[in-house]
């Protein structure tokens, strides 16, 4: 018996598989620290500390000197406080 070289092409071969293109990056611009305090208007008035080792988020207004916390995660960052901040003072209004 005779075989036939390994490397010749046999007309049942398998076709050659595409490259598959790399993944997207992922946008991962940064996110505001200063905020709009919903109280007296003004704009980047609000800053927030994130006390990681309180699990504790504050933010207070430069200008009204209003306050506000809320406990965060360590998935938490400056905006999920602001949001809980605003989402609290519409509870309040209802």
Excluded at 53 to 81: A, M
């Amino acid at each position: 018996l005779i075989f036939p070289p390994a490397n010749s092409h046999s007309p049942m071969g398998r076709r050659k598989s595409k490259r598959k293109p790399p993944p997207k990056k992922k946008m991962t611009g940064n996110l505001d620290t200063q905020f709009t305090c919903p109280f007296c208007n003004h704009e980047k008035s609000c800053d927030v500390k994130m006390e990681r080792t309180r699990n504790t988020g504050i933010i207070s207004c430069s200008v009204c000197l209003e306050e506000f916390q809320t406990p965060i995660t360590y998935l938490s960052e400056p905006v999920d406080v602001y949001s809980d901040w605003i989402d609290a003072c519409e509870a309040a209004n209802q």
